[in-house]
């Protein structure tokens, strides 16, 4: 199986899983579909379903278009309010696409109907997929915006944490540089966030994404997925590791990139084009 990674609006990813047999695709997050389909055309592929991982528009918002385009396709999501949902997922649930498999992992928090989505080939060495939506981002994790920090921990550790290490991230958005810069103020001495953001800021002078990274690689330096380190912890003032994870949060929350924090004048500025970032 092929994932390719399509990276759409400002910082959104949408992906393409594609079976190279028999050239059947799933979708993953298609919010901007008529460039699916231009790939979709181009490739010579049959969309067969969507997998969306939440109903917020940047991820769902292209499902009404796409089902227009192609009637009887398949549009599976954990959550009532997406765009065009047709198929209904809960938790573990298991759906087969010819020799792609998909397990629906039920991830609420950044919003209460986020699903992730593990996928897997039979018969085939590649490493599996783990598509994260909001709620594992590479070096970071999603806002709390429908649910608790227990609700966080279970995804991070149980659901997510708990697959396979080489299984690769492809998550909902770019944030990576972003991360990586608050994970360093977390830990100033991991050397995987300094190894890290250095690679995540060369990508991104390419404009390449720094999807996907592994499970294993997210344990050494996404700050989320290491709350029982003595750093995260002396970090957070906290050790039991739900409280470690809600200040994280909160802080996370509270970090702002440096132009955020400049004086309303300079703002104003930069917006008119009268300053250069
Ligand atoms: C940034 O850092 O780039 N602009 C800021 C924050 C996911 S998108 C952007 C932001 O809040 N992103 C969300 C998030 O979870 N970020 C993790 C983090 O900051 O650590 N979204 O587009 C967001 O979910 C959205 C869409 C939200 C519709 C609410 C509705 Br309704
Ligand atoms: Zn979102």
Known sequence: MRV????????????????????????????????????????????????????????????????????????????????????????????KFNSINVRCLFTPCHTAGHMCYFVWEDECADAPAVFTGDTLFIAGCGKFLEGSAE???????????????????????EYTVKNLKFALLVEPDNKKVQEMLTWARARDDEDKPTVPSTLREEFQYNPFLRLTEEGVQKFTGKTDPVEVLRVLRQEKDKFKKPKERLPPQVLLALKWGLLRP
């Not at 919010?31 to 969507?50: S, W």
């Not at 609700?151 to 958005?173: D, I, W």
């Open 4 to 95: 390719k990674v399509i990276s759409i609006l400002e910082d959104n990813y949408m992906y393409l899983v594609i079976e190279e047999q028999t050239k059947q695709a799933l979708a993953v997050d298609p919010a901007v579909p008529h460039r699916l389909l231009e790939i979709v055309k181009r490739e010579e592929l049959t969309l067969v379903a969507v997998l969306t991982t939440h109903h917020h528009w940047d991820h769902a918002h292209g499902n009404e278009a796409l089902l227009k385009e192609i009637p009887g396709l398949k549009v599976y999501g954990g959550d009532e309010r997406i765009d065009g949902l047709t198929d209904k997922v809960t938790d573990a649930q298991e759906l």
């Open 151 to 173: 609700q966080m921990y279970r995804n991070l550790t149980q659901a997510l944490g708990s697959l396979p290490q080489e299984t690769k991230v492809f998550c909902g958005h």
